[in-house]
């Protein structure tokens, strides 16, 4: 058996992705580099090109990655059927409480990367543009007038990226305590209890990590 093939059947297509995203994440997009991807992973950089045709190819899957999981679900929590327009808020709100909905890691390594290509510079706008327009919509469907919508829509989504960016940690238990005022202020009207009780058991489900209230986190 030759070494390439050896490397095919010890390191899949999947391996290689998650070693490419993992060292983005860690050192940028530098650091996404074959040779430097098959010493992690203890392969000859040959078995690359079974699964990728260059670098490129790699790093364009990265970017189909990170829309495929970070947009993706802010898009599809903002289109599920609510009631009310704070169970609905609180439908996208599950994508900051559960970071395999939405990895900030992620978001924050193609923004970086984004300073330094045009092309993933326009990526990053088209996604911005996606998020905000699919919970704008959520808005509209929920009787908000366009501007009302377009702002509230600019706040919810740019608050949680100001959370991200400051770097603010803070128990869980603190940032639940203040929910039905985030909710007030981001909907205009009084969450029942059933609703805050469902996030709330959304969020400390040890399912998603979420044990703890006092374990400090950037996002709910």
Request: proline content about 2%.
């Amino acid at each position: 058996m030759s070494e390439a093939t050896g490397s095919v059947a010890r390191v899949t297509r999947q391996d290689w992705l998650d070693a490419a995203l993992a060292a983005l994440v860690a050192d940028g997009v530098e650091g996404v580099r074959v040779l430097v991807l098959a010493e992690r992973l203890g392969v000859s950089r040959s078995g690359f090109y079974w699964h990728f045709r260059d670098r490129d190819d790699l790093l364009a899957c990265l970017l189909d990655r990170w829309r495929a999981t970070n947009t993706a679900a802010i898009v599809e929590r903002a289109v599920r059927p609510a009631v009310t327009i704070v169970r609905a808020v609180l439908n996208v709100f599950e994508c900051w409480a559960d970071e395999r909905l939405f990895d900030p890691a992620l978001d924050f390594a193609v923004r970086d990367w984004a300073r330094r290509d045009e092309h993933v510079r326009d990526a990053v706008a088209q996604a911005d543009s996606e998020r905000l327009s699919a919970i704008g919509a959520m808005y509209r469907r929920h009787g908000f007038a366009e501007e009302d919508a377009l702002v509230r829509a600019r706040v919810l989504y740019m608050m949680q990226v100001g959370y991200y960016v400051l770097e603010i940690r803070e128990p869980v238990k603190t940032r639940l305590s203040h929910l039905a005022a985030y909710l007030r202020s981001l909907t205009g009207v009084e969450a029942d209890t059933a609703e805050l009780a469902d996030f709330r058991a959304f969020v400390l489900d040890p399912r998603r990590g979420g044990s703890g209230e006092g374990r400090p986190r950037t996002a709910w």
